[in-house]
């Protein structure tokens, strides 16, 4: 696509629910990248994808998410048995390659756990 | 380890008036350097990166930075400010070093702050 497209832009969900965001990224991009940016924080680095591998997931806050990249495309981010903690904008971003200079952001999924 | 302050947390500027939005990094070897926006409900949009070359790098609508590497700073500038430049700032660092991880670390971010 045009744009690193995420879905949805906003979810509401109660603590204990599992959810997913979506990540489409531009389209012949090999390296997928996930932050997340709380409220008046900036931003904290997840995980990356080399096509459908993540080789370091320590970024990950807890053994509550997980991510998934399929394809060399969409990637999936999964928050089990969510908590009030994990309310924040997740934000997506792809670039050509590993090595490429700088990122294409998607506008982001704002989860608010309630 | 790679790290980025921004130092302020807001800063405040008149429409018209020239503008600096501070950085400063830490990299063990040289670092890429880059600047994104975000304005509000929007995702990070870039504007600018340093790479090699020139010291002073101009981006868009507008806007420059210099890196200083005895200083180790990027600090991002605008001769006169509009106030659709209103939006959170921020600067990015990345080692280029063949041992360097493969993301971005990215500061607290500066919002910014242009009245009319």
Known sequence: GAGVSQSPSNKVTEK???VE??????????????????LGQGLEFLIYFQGNSAPDKSGLPSDRFSAERTGGSVST???????QEDSAVYLCASSLALNSYGYTFGSGTRLTVV | AQSVAQPEDQVNVAEGNPLTVKCTYSVSGNPYLFWYVQY??????????YITGDNLVKGSYGFEAEFNK???SFHLKKPSALVSDSALYFCAVRDKGP???NMLTFGGGTRLMVKP
Do not use: E, V
């Not at chain 1, 979506?22 to 709380?38: E, K, M, N, V």
């Not at chain 1, 981010?77 to 908590?83: A, D, K």
């Not at chain 2, 509000?40 to 990166?49: H, I, V, Y």
């Open chain 1, 16 to 18: 204990g629910k599992d």
């Open chain 2, 70 to 72: 005895s200083q180790t």
């Open chain 2, 40 to 49: 509000p409900n929007r995702g990070l949009q870039f504007l600018l990166k």
């Open chain 2, 99 to 101: 041992n360097a991880g």
């Open chain 1, 77 to 83: 981010l999964t928050i089990q048995r969510t908590q």
């Open chain 1, 21 to 38: 965001l979506r990540c489409d990224p531009i389209s012949g991009h090999t390296a997928l990248y996930w932050y997340r940016q709380s």
